[in-house]
């Protein structure tokens, strides 16, 4: 069977999904595109922070999407993998972080 | 590396590049043609603004073989704009309000008659743009053009498809970047790209890859930044140019299996004022041989002028021309895409 769960060509059908729940969808989309308006933060730099997001979140359309995004933007690969950094940085940090709550723990049950 | 027309290659054939662009796969044949497209916004038949560009393909021939290039240029390319041609070229202008020259190539300043064309052509005070490749003027034989251009007050507008060596290499070639930065030091030198000379140093930007332009303000922040940082070097303008599927970049689009998502991000991306805008409309192009074409990418495609409208220079009308139906194809897409391009960046 050819199932597979991930399929490059849903992301274009994106916006299909207003067809189950339209009012929500159709607000959602509107918001979607005024965060990624230019703002206080350039679209270049939103378009890095979603590009880190997206691998945090490891979800393969969102990376797709604001790879090709940071490079129409301008960015390049240096900057790219920075920003994959940051986010490795954040998400590695997270769990070791909790390390200290082990250490607690520990130091509480030890004599 | 060799053009595609000395290797033989099938893509030297316009009729195969046409044939790819609309039929190659499922995918391509279902995207709607771009006359239907200009239709629904009453751009068909799309008719032109005006001619106030003039632009000269002087030649094939260039130093550099990139693999993006539309042109194919190369080397080995022997296709040179003779002397009698670039007279006729004269006669035109001498007899039409038009402004502006724009020189382009291959490398243009490989034409032998490059520099008495540029004088001629000042002496009727046009605006000159000659549309360099940068790495010309760093061999000996052109390594006094940039004080000659400038003397001419010619407008250099130059490639450089990225600010920093991987990319730019990646698509001109190993070495083209620092030799791209020493040429643009010589310009700055000699006045080009100061605000205060009047001495206009244009960069153009284009995808090193299958993805478009981003925000041409943006990109010229980002590139003004780091050349400065990096190199303290000027520039005055930005242009962002879509790579458009024919020739060499249609050869990387078909390669890397990257033609059918391209050519539908160019179609869904099309925008209504980008067509509004399209150079066609107020540009007219010329062969080598004299022959005449909506634009250079046209040209590359051996899409004449309509059939009943001026064909060739000799033939010069500007009347008939500015009444003529431009000739379009899928490839068009590339000019309409997201915020348009041309030969002068951004259209919208």
Redesign the interface.
């Given at each position: 069977m050819d199932k597979k769960y991930y399929d490059p060509e849903d992301l274009k059908k994106f916006g299909d999904v207003t067809e189950f729940q339209k009012e929500l969808g159709d607000k959602f989309f509107e918001y979607y595109g005024s965060v990624f308006e230019e703002g206080a933060l350039t679209k270049r730099e939103k378009a890095l922070i979603a590009l880190a997001v997206a691998h945090v979140i490891q979800c393969p359309y969102c990376i797709d999407a604001y790879t090709d995004e940071t490079l129409q933007q301008g960015c390049s690969e240096e900057q790219m993998m920075e920003a994959v950094h940051v986010a490795t940085a954040i998400r590695g940090g997270s769990s070791l972080v909790h390390g200290v709550q082990m250490m607690n723990q520990v130091k509480k049950l030890s004599m | 590396m060799k053009s595609l027309i000395a290797q033989s290659h099938s893509l030297a054939d316009p009729e195969v590049q046409l044939d790819i662009i609309n039929n190659q796969t499922e995918k391509v044949k279902r995207l709607e043609k771009f006359e239907s497209k200009m239709d629904e916004i009453g751009l068909f038949p799309l008719k032109p603004t005006g001619i106030e560009i003039f632009q000269i393909n002087v030649g094939y021939m260039c130093n550099m073989t990139c693999k993006h290039c539309h042109v194919d240029a190369g080397p080995d390319r022997q296709e040179i704009m003779t002397k009698e041609t670039l007279e006729y070229c004269l006669d035109a202008l001498e007899h039409s309000d038009i402004e502006t020259v724009d020189l382009t190539g291959g490398a243009p300043e490989m034409n032998p008659h490059f520099r008495w064309f540029v004088d001629e052509v000042a002496k009727l005070r046009k605006d000159i743009i000659v549309r360099s490749n940068l790495t010309i003027l760093d061999t000996r034989k052109f390594e006094d053009l940039p004080q000659f251009m400038a003397d001419h007050g010619v407008e250099i507008t130059c490639s450089l498809p990225?600010?920093?060596r991987?990319?730019t290499d990646a698509q001109r070639g190993e070495g083209t970047y620092d030799k791209s930065m020493k040429v643009l030091k010589i310009l700055n030198e000699i006045g080009y790209g100061k605000e205060e000379s009047g001495l206009e140093l244009n960069l153009v930007?284009n995808?090193v890859?299958a993805?478009?332009?981003?925000?041409q303000e943006?990109?010229k922040q980002?590139y003004k930044d780091r050349l400065w940082k990096d190199h303290g070097i000027e520039f005055n303008d930005l242009f962002t140019i879509t790579n458009l599927p024919i020739s060499r970049y249609l050869n990387f689009l078909v390669t890397s299996g990257n033609l059918d998502e391209y050519m539908e991000k160019l179609v869904t991306s099309f925008n209504p004022a980008a067509a509004e805008g399209v150079m066609c409309r107020n540009t007219i192009s010329i062969g080598w041989d004299g022959t005449l074409y909506d634009c250079d990418f046209n040209q590359m495609l051996k899409m004449e002028t309509e059939n009943g409208s001026p064909q060739h220079i000799k033939d010069w009308d500007l009347d008939a021309l500015n009444d003529r139906e431009i000739i379009t194809n899928q490839h068009c897409y590339g000019c309409t895409a997201g915020a348009g391009s041309s030969c002068g960046g951004a259209t919208t």
């Open positions: - | 990225f600010y920093n991987r990319r930007y995808p890859g993805f478009l332009p981003g925000d943006s990109l980002q």
